[in-house]
């Protein structure tokens, strides 16, 4: 299967709300969108850009087309490696890899259309009946703690039975009072994972917050410190008893083996378009497999519903339920996934299953 064509393209998608975690303001979702075709089969590949969307389209023009082209679309592996090789001056973490990633989703979408299979019956199923939590707790301007409250009793008779609580902007106090009537709202029966997103700005912080938050019983707590301090998300890890979740802003399979080796994660939390890719990913997860540690992949549970049905050890999908309007990216396919009382199952059509709205593609194509 030769490789005959390469598009990058980038959208941009507009929230019809500003919300915010604990580092930054969300306006907009912008993703980079890669197609590859190979005996006139096109797969799809995306990931976040993060206002990185453009770049990697010229990464791609420049790095990463003349490499793929007239390749077997079926040597991932070693497109993998050669794409990581050529683009290391380029970054060995961040746009490079998540580029690469999107790529890489895409060969492996390719893949399953010829054969006619879905990505995970290609890999083997382990199980397809996967837990969602629901992601929220989002910071909004003049929101009430009631409002808040209110939001998950939402997610509680939509049938979820776990919820992202997000935490880390302002005093632990005010996050101990918004957990608080969160639980109130909600019971001891939900679980409520909470969300740092790297806000705290070292191990005593964090550890003094959590003291406070695990009075109201959290599920996890999720990149307490910024990602790149393993030593402090260690040591926090080792001064908790609620387990730390880390590795949504992780990549390559040698990143992950630090923070397991260090014992800096409870649970991994790796995105295949982020991490490099569904190779990546793989590894990732039967590595830390090897360690008894859970995998709870990042967002996109378009791609990870058919990647944790073919492990031992996944633990969740994140889920964004439409109304929360925060992740967005369902405006652009025909074909968007839901949960069904709290539970999701892996699309059976070839490939990653998806299809795309063309039209709404072009409408939020950006450059």
Not at 285 to 308: G, S
Request: aromatic letters at 8%; proline letters at 4%.
């Amino acid at each position: 299967m030769k490789i005959e064509r390469v598009q990058a393209t980038a959208i941009s998608i507009p929230l019809q709300a500003p919300v915010a975690d604990a580092v930054r303001q969300i306006t907009h979702r912008d993703h980079y969108m890669a197609e590859i075709t190979a005996d006139g089969i096109t797969g799809v590949g995306f990931t976040l850009g993060y206002d990185s969307s453009l770049a990697m389209v010229s990464m791609t023009d420049t790095i990463f087309r003349p490499l793929l082209m007239g390749k077997d679309a079926l040597r991932s592996e070693d497109l993998w490696a050669e794409m990581y090789r050529q683009s290391i001056q380029a970054g060995r973490r961040g746009a490079a890899v998540r580029a690469i990633s999107a790529i890489d989703i895409a060969l492996w979408d390719l893949r399953g259309q010829h054969a006619r299979l879905p990505v995970m019956a290609l890999l083997g199923i382990h199980n397809t009946r996967q837990r969602c939590y629901a992601t929220g707790g989002y910071f909004r301007d003049g929101q009430t703690h009631e409002e808040l409250a209110r939001e998950y009793v939402r997610y509680r008779e939509a049938g979820f039975t776990a919820a992202k609580l997000k935490v880390g902007k302002f005093s632990a106090r005010e996050d101990a009072a918004r957990m608080a009537a969160v639980r109130r709202a909600v019971g001891e029966d939900m679980d409520i994972l909470l969300d740092a997103n790297g806000g705290w700005s070292g191990a005593p912080e964090a550890v003094a917050a959590m003291r406070r938050l695990e009075e109201h019983n959290p599920y996890w707590i999720e990149e307490p410190v910024r990602a790149d301090n393993v030593a402090a998300m260690a040591r926090i890890a080792d001064a908790l008893d609620t387990p730390v979740a880390t590795g949504e802003l992780e990549a390559t399979r040698w990143a992950f083996a630090d923070l397991l080796h260090r014992r800096a994660a409870d649970i991994l939390q790796p995105d295949a378009t982020v991490c490099g890719g569904v190779g990546e990913w793989l590894k990732i997860a039967h590595m830390a497999a090897a360690f008894d540690i859970p995998i709870a992949p990042h967002y996109n549970w378009d791609v990870h519903t058919q990647l944790l049905a073919t492990i031992p050890n996944g633990l969740f999908i994140e889920y964004f339920v439409r109304w929360s309007e925060v992740k967005v990216f369902d405006a652009v396919l025909e074909n968007p996934m839901e949960p069904v009382d709290g539970w999701i199952t892996p699309r059976t059509d070839p490939g990653f299953g998806w299809r795309f709205r063309r039209d709404k593609l072009q409408e939020y194509r950006i450059g």
